[in-house]
C-alpha cells in the first residue's frame, strides 16, 4: 500500500467516528437524536434538493463536499449545541486544534483542499459557503419542527433565540426564510418555543 492511499484510508476510518457523535435533534422515526454523519449526509441531499431556492449561482458539487466535511472538526472538538452561549465561546479554538489534526492525517493536496472547504464553510463569505449555511440551519429547524419542537421544549428555547439564529439564513434565502419564519411563528403559536 502507497504512503499516498495509508493516509486516506485513516482519514477515511477516522470519519467513521462521526457516527458516534449524536447532535441535539430528533431523528423522525426512532428515539433519539442525529449523528452527525447523518446531519452531513441529509445536507448534502438537501444541497441539489433546494438549490433552486438559493438566489446566487452556486457550484454544487464544491457544495456538497463542503456540507459533508463541515463537521469533521467535531470528532475532536464535540458538537456544539446553537443555543449554548458557553459553549461557543471556546468552539472555534476546539475546532481550529481539531481541524489540524483530522484534516493533518491526509496527503499534504487533500488536507489543504478540505482544509479550505472547512475554513470557507466557516466564514460564508462565497454562494457556496452562504448556501451550506442556509442547509445547516434549514434541516434541523425542519426536523425540531416536525418532532412537535422537542429539543427546543427540552432545553427551553424561545422563538426569538431561534430567529436571532437565523437571520443569516433569511437574509441569504428568502425562499426558505419565509418558510423559516413561519415555523417559527407556528411553533411558538404550538407552544413548542418560548
Known amino acids: 500500500m502507497t504512503d499516498r492511499l495509508n493516509k486516506q484510508l485513516s482519514f477515511m476510518l477516522e470519519l467513521d467516528k462521526m457516527k458516534n457523535l449524536y447532535r441535539q435533534t430528533y431523528v423522525l422515526h426512532e428515539d433519539r437524536t442525529e449523528n452527525d454523519a447523518e446531519h452531513s449526509w441529509h445536507l448534502a441531499v438537501m444541497a441539489f434538493l433546494l438549490e433552486e431556492y438559493f ?81 445547516d440551519r434549514v434541516q434541523p429547524l425542519l426536523l425540531n419542527y416536525t418532532n412537535n419542537g422537542r429539543a427546543w421544549t427540552e432545553h427551553g428555547i424561545a422563538a426569538q433565540q431561534v430567529k436571532d439564529r437565523n437571520t443569516e439564513t433569511v437574509k441569504n434565502s428568502p425562499a426558505l426564510g419565509e418558510l423559516i419564519l413561519s415555523l417559527i411563528d407556528d411553533a411558538q403559536q404550538k407552544g413548542w418555543l418560548k
Open 55 to 135: 438566489p446566487e449561482p452556486v457550484d454544487l458539487l464544491h457544495v456538497m463536499k463542503m456540507v459533508l466535511l463541515h463537521d469533521v472538526v467535531e470528532i475532536d472538538a464535540g458538537d456544539t449545541y446553537i443555543y449554548d452561549d458557553e459553549g461557543n465561546k471556546t468552539k472555534a479554538d476546539r475546532e481550529e486544534k481539531a481541524a489540524q489534526r483530522i484534516y493533518g492525517l491526509l496527503p499534504e493536496d487533500q488536507r489543504e483542499e478540505f482544509s479550505a472547504l472547512w475554513r470557507e464553510f466557516e466564514a460564508k463569505e462565497t454562494p457556496e459557503a452562504r448556501f451550506a449555511g442556509v442547509l
